[in-house]
Nanobody, 123 residues
C-alpha cells in the first residue's frame, strides 16, 4: 500500500512557475514508477509526465515538453513536477500516481493515486 499526498498547487499568472511535490508513504517508493496526470473541468484525465523507478527514464506529453520537468528523490520518497512558462490551459487538478508495472503514460497502469492539487493559471 502506498499513500500519495500532493502539494504545491495554487494560483499563478501566465508565464509563471510552480513546483508540485508528491510525498509517498512506505519504504518501497523506489519500486514504483511515478506519473503526474491532470484533469480540467469537463475534460478527461490526461498524462502530463512519468518517470521510471530510478529516475533514468522520463516521458512527457507533447503539450508540456520544454516547459515541465519531472524528477524524483528516492531518499525522500518524493516526486516533483517543475512547471515553467505556465499557460491558462494548464489550469487543472494535478494528480500523482504510482505504478508497479513501470513507466507509462496510461492511467490504467497506475495502482495508487493521490487526491490532487489544484493549479490555476490566470491573470
Amino acid at each position: 500500500q502506498v499513500q500519495l499526498v500532493e502539494s504545491g498547487g495554487g494560483l499563478v499568472q501566465p508565464g509563471g512557475s510552480l513546483r508540485l511535490s508528491c510525498a509517498a508513504s512506505g519504504r518501497t517508493f523506489s519500486s514504483y514508477a511515478m506519473g503526474w496526470f491532470r484533469q480540467a473541468p469537463g475534460k478527461e484525465r490526461e498524462s502530463v509526465a512519468a518517470i521510471s523507478r530510478s529516475g533514468g527514464t522520463t516521458r512527457y506529453a507533447d503539450f508540456v515538453k520544454g516547459r515541465f520537468t519531472i524528477s524524483r528523490d528516492n531518499a525522500k520518497n518524493t516526486v516533483y513536477l517543475q512547471m515553467n512558462s505556465l499557460k491558462p490551459e494548464d489550469t487543472a487538478n494535478y494528480y500523482c500516481a504510482a505504478a508497479l508495472t513501470g513507466v507509462s503514460s496510461s492511467a490504467m497502469r497506475y495502482d495508487y493515486w493521490g487526491q490532487g492539487t489544484q493549479v490555476t493559471v490566470s491573470s
